[in-house]
């Protein structure tokens, strides 16, 4: 990163009294203050650890009006403030065409603390609910057009990278639902570049606890706005995932940052796929 903690500390006592905009009314409790020093350092660890600045002048931050996105774009502006985020911040809302969508929540808000930003319209809804049959689950091909118009939107920005709000949890749920309805073993990357080879994907809160970012968001009483089309279907295996990792946290706490440590350590030779890890090379070595 180029800068350490106590460089840190003494931007933010120069900068005393200049935080950004959105941190105006922000708690000054002890708790508080714990919990946004613990998110920035989560978010500088990641980083480090998948040299997410290497390259990078211009991000996209995906802003979809949830908790995670709002908290992404807070702790992204706290660094940039602090000088340890030397890119250019462009907040991009894509409106999908949801049913009683309120279309001034986000605009107002990036203009009152003065963030720039792009509010694109296009009506995904309407495909969504044409192509997913009755019952079906909408998160797939609703993320999926999503994505491509972030993609248009991040070139036409001239961006070198479109930032996702997904966090510790995301990757775990993802990870198990490929784990038991996928027959793979893969995550969601912390890092990934596009398949036209021309965006990143960046995920900075990929060692943010959900719990975290919910208290941070509810803390700074970020203006909320809730999905109406995935998040109002019951059964989907995201859900289960995550009320089964729960579960397992409840009984053993530790476990979300063990597992998530589990994903950074990967031993091919001892799992089964030999593309892999040549099985076939193995040879003892004959005793004398």
Request: with cysteine; proline share 5%.
């Amino acid at each position: 990163m180029g800068v350490n903690v106590d460089i840190a500390d003494e931007l933010e006592e120069a900068a005393s009294g200049l935080a950004p905009a959105l941190f105006r009314d922000a708690p000054s409790s002890v708790s508080f203050n714990k919990l946004r020093k613990r998110l920035l350092r989560q978010v500088r660890q990641a980083f480090e650890d998948f040299c997410m600045l290497k390259d990078q002048k211009r991000w996209l931050i995906g802003l979809s009006g949830g908790k995670d996105s709002y908290s992404l774009l807070a702790v992204l502006l706290d660094l940039q403030w602090r000088g340890l985020l030397p890119v250019e911040l462009i907040a991009c809302n894509l409106d999908q065409g949801q049913p009683n969508f309120p279309k001034h929540v986000l605009p107002d808000y990036l203009a009152s603390i003065g963030v720039k930003h792009r509010i694109e319209y296009r009506d995904t809804y309407s495909i969504v609910k044409e192509k997913v049959p009755a019952g079906g689950t909408y998160c797939s091909l609703c993320s999926r057009l999503r994505r491509g118009n972030l993609y248009r939107v991040a070139r036409e920005e001239g961006c070198d990278a479109l930032v996702l709000g997904h966090h510790r949890e995301d990757i775990l749920e993802t990870f198990f639902m490929n784990f038991f309805h996928g027959g793979r073993l893969a995550a969601m990357p912390a890092k990934l570049l596009n398949d036209e080879g021309d965006i990143m994907v960046l995920r900075p809160l990929a060692y943010c606890a959900e719990d975290d970012l919910a208290k941070f968001a509810t803390a700074m009483e970020f203006p909320i706005i809730p999905c109406d089309l995935c998040g109002s279907q019951d059964g989907l295996q995201r859900n289960a995932m995550k009320a089964m990792l729960g579960d397992i946290e409840a009984r053993m706490p530790g476990r979300k940052d063990a597992m998530l440590r589990a994903l950074a350590h990967v031993n091919p030779s001892h799992l089964l796929d030999p593309k892999l890890f040549d099985f076939s090379g193995l040879q003892a070595i004959p005793s004398v």
